[in-house]
């Protein structure tokens, strides 16, 4: 096993076996064909155009419009049981950070329509000398979502509303009990993009990064009761985890990979596969 199993595990999805979705002409999603039917089996709200593309019908036209459907559309869908559940927070759906939403849909049928998701993650780390200690979370066993496995210190969606930067300090505070007056030194460190595909379809999903070093006296607290608890770990402990198992949830692993490049850990001299790294971090994503 190599760090580059965790970008190619990332990376999937075959666009090929799905039919894309377009809003105002512009190509936002991706769903599966038994998914398209279910959609279209609603009623007139969805369609397939010329090109057997879907999207909405033309007079669902406007930002409310299109929000009135899908919370319709996906609380008809969950009933079915075509979608499996809703969370009840809603993300935005934009092409890219420039853009204005065009609407907003719960996060867990975000996969099923093939729409990018935008999140926060947080390296939280240490030094102890020359060295760097990583904090790693270990998620709750009755997590409804990869239980027990090893995470990011803090990490969480990006609802629609919030700033990332206020997104991330508010994680900060529910997932690890840190305050703002610490919370307010993170330092942003760009983004990781993938292509994966679930059960429930495609995560064309893009993570915000930041690093917070902390006081080495400094320890979280699992607030919020998604963390079962934290570790203190050694750097090179960390690389060698990821480095040799899939004990990290599946992005999570991306994030610490990015670290390693970063702060100089992964080297172009020390790891054969640095170039396809660093490029495999940023997936060119298909819409």
Same mark, same amino acid.
């Given at each position: $096993?190599?760090?580059?199993?965790?970008?190619?595990?990332?990376?999937?999805?075959?666009?090929?076996?799905?039919?894309?979705?377009?809003?105002?002409?512009?190509? $936002?999603?991706? &769903?599966?064909?038994?998914?398209?039917?279910?959609?279209?089996? &609603?009623?007139?709200?969805? $369609?397939?155009?010329?090109?057997?593309?879907?999207?909405?019908?033309?007079?669902?036209?406007?930002? !409310?419009?299109?929000?009135?459907?899908?919370?319709?559309?996906?609380?008809?869908?969950?009933?079915?049981?075509?979608?499996?559940?809703?969370?009840?927070?809603?993300?935005?759906?934009?092409?890219t950070l420039g853009h204005d939403p065009?609407? /907003?849909?719960?996060?867990?049928? $975000?996969?099923?329509?093939?729409?990018?998701?935008?999140?926060?993650?947080?390296?939280?780390?240490?030094?102890? *000398?020359?060295?760097?200690?990583?904090?790693?979370?270990?998620?709750?066993?009755?997590?409804?979502?990869? =239980?027990?496995?090893?995470?990011?210190?803090?990490?969480?969606? /990006?609802?629609?509303? &919030?700033?990332?930067?206020?997104?991330?300090?508010?994680?900060?505070?529910?997932?690890?009990?840190?305050?703002?007056?610490?919370?307010?030194?993170?330092?942003?460190?760009?983004?990781?993009?993938?292509?994966?595909?679930?059960?429930?379809?495609?995560?064309?999903?893009?993570?915000?990064?930041?690093?917070?070093?902390?006081?080495?006296?400094? %320890?979280? /607290?699992?607030?919020?009761?998604? %963390?079962?608890?934290? !570790?203190?770990? =050694?750097?090179?402990?960390?690389?060698?985890?990821?480095?040799?198992?899939?004990?990290?949830?599946?992005?999570?692993?991306?994030?610490?990979?990015?670290?390693?490049?970063?702060? *100089?850990?992964?080297?172009?001299?020390?790891?054969?596969?640095?170039? /396809?790294?660093?490029?495999?971090?940023?997936?060119?994503?298909?819409?």
């Amino acid at each position: $096993m190599t760090y580059l199993d965790h970008i190619k595990a990332c990376n999937n999805a075959n666009p090929a076996r799905y039919v894309p979705f377009r809003i105002n002409g512009m190509s $936002m999603g991706a &769903l599966r064909p038994d998914f398209a039917s279910a959609l279209v089996s &609603l009623g007139s709200d969805f $369609m397939r155009d010329d090109n057997g593309e879907f999207c909405f019908a033309p007079h669902i036209a406007t930002l !409310e419009d299109r929000n009135r459907v899908l919370d319709t559309t996906t609380r008809a869908l969950r009933d079915k049981g075509v979608i499996r559940r809703l969370h009840g927070e809603r993300f935005d759906i934009r092409p890219t950070l420039g853009h204005d939403p065009l609407c /907003q849909l719960d996060r867990s049928a $975000m996969p099923y329509f093939g729409f990018r998701s935008w999140g926060v993650h947080m390296n939280g780390y240490v030094r102890k *000398g020359n060295d760097i200690h990583m904090w790693v979370a270990h998620r709750a066993k009755d997590k409804p979502t990869y =239980p027990g496995m090893l995470d990011n210190m803090v990490a969480g969606g /990006q609802p629609a509303g &919030l700033g990332f930067l206020e997104n991330m300090i508010k994680e900060c505070a529910e997932e690890a009990a840190i305050p703002e007056t610490l919370a307010r030194h993170l330092k942003p460190v760009g983004t990781i993009s993938y292509l994966y595909e679930t059960n429930e379809g495609l995560k064309p999903d893009v993570m915000v990064n930041y690093d917070l070093e902390l006081p080495a006296d400094f %320890v979280p /607290q699992c607030a919020d009761g998604e %963390v079962e608890r934290f !570790e203190l770990l =050694p750097l090179d402990e960390v690389a060698k985890i990821v480095r040799g198992s899939f004990d990290f949830k599946f992005n999570c692993a991306l994030v610490i990979i990015d670290f390693l490049i970063r702060h *100089g850990f992964l080297t172009a001299d020390n790891e054969p596969e640095y170039c /396809q790294l660093t490029t495999g971090l940023h997936r060119n994503i298909f819409h």
